[in-house]
């Protein structure tokens, strides 16, 4: 069956440095890939979509790769910042059509001063 | 002006109670989905409503039918609640032709 894994465990790093995130899935071949955000007490905001046929995708500070021979998905957050603190979560298409999303559970990040 | 609604925020009941939750989004979107969100953080689709067409995750108990009265507005409601179904509940919506789903601010159900 379709598995996505984000390293549970919480990333600290220190404030103006770059925040890496890895998104791995498995017994798939999506045609995209989502990553949101997720601050305590609210839903989802959707950051970054990048599709198979795309390696990097970058909108501001965010940086996202994509790699359908490793199956994974790398997001990359530079000069960090405090305000960057929250669990971003990776996100891929279910098949079957309507566009369900799959969820990882979700990295925690906490960028410190 | 918020973008996709839930109402209520919080809802504590008992076990066995029927309720619902309501969601609407002013987006004029035309898809729209209910999640599930377990003390784990998993957020996991139960199912998506597009032009009346309704798709069911599996795994999703019959006690929960969603109820759509018009685009904008996707209600869920539950019957005979059950401990396990306690977990926060978000609503999202998407615009066809685009990937990113908008998600409500989540409902907080805590069945006692």
């Known amino acids: 069956s379709q598995k996505i894994e984000q390293n549970s465990e919480a990333l600290n790093i220190q404030e103006g440095k770059t925040a890496t995130l890895t998104c791995n899935y498995t017994?798939?071949?999506?045609?995209?890939l989502q990553w949101y955000r997720q601050d305590p007490g609210r839903g989802p905001v959707f950051l970054l979509l990048?599709?198979?046929?795309?390696k990097e995708k970058r909108k501001e500070r965010l940086k996202v790769t994509f790699d359908t021979t490793l199956k994974q998905s790398l997001f990359h957050i530079t000069a960090s910042q405090p305000a960057d603190s929250a669990t971003y979560l990776c996100?891929?298409?279910?098949?079957?059509?309507?566009?369900?999303?799959?969820f990882g559970t979700g990295t925690q990040l906490k960028v410190e001063l | 002006d918020t973008a996709v609604s839930q109402t209520p925020k919080y809802l504590v009941t008992q076990m066995g109670n029927d309720k619902s939750i309501k969601c609407e989004q002013n987006?004029?979107?035309?898809?729209m989905y209910w999640y599930k969100q377990d003390s784990k953080k998993f957020l996991k689709i139960m199912f998506s409503?597009?032009?009346?067409?309704?798709?069911i995750n599996e795994t999703v108990p019959n006690r929960f039918s969603p109820k759509s009265p018009d685009k904008a507005h996707l209600n869920l409601h539950i019957n005979s609640l059950e401990l396990g179904d306690s977990a926060v509940y978000f609503c999202?919506?998407?615009?066809?032709?685009?990937?990113?789903?908008?998600f409500g601010p989540g409902t907080r159900l805590t069945v006692l």
């Open positions: 987006l004029g979107h035309d898809t």
């Open positions: 990048i599709r198979e046929n795309e």
């Open positions: 999202a919506s998407r615009f066809r032709g685009l990937d990113e789903q908008f």
């Open positions: 017994n798939y071949s999506p045609a995209y």
């Open positions: 996100a891929l298409p279910l098949t079957g059509g309507g566009n369900k999303l799959t």
């Open positions: 409503y597009n032009n009346k067409e309704l798709i």
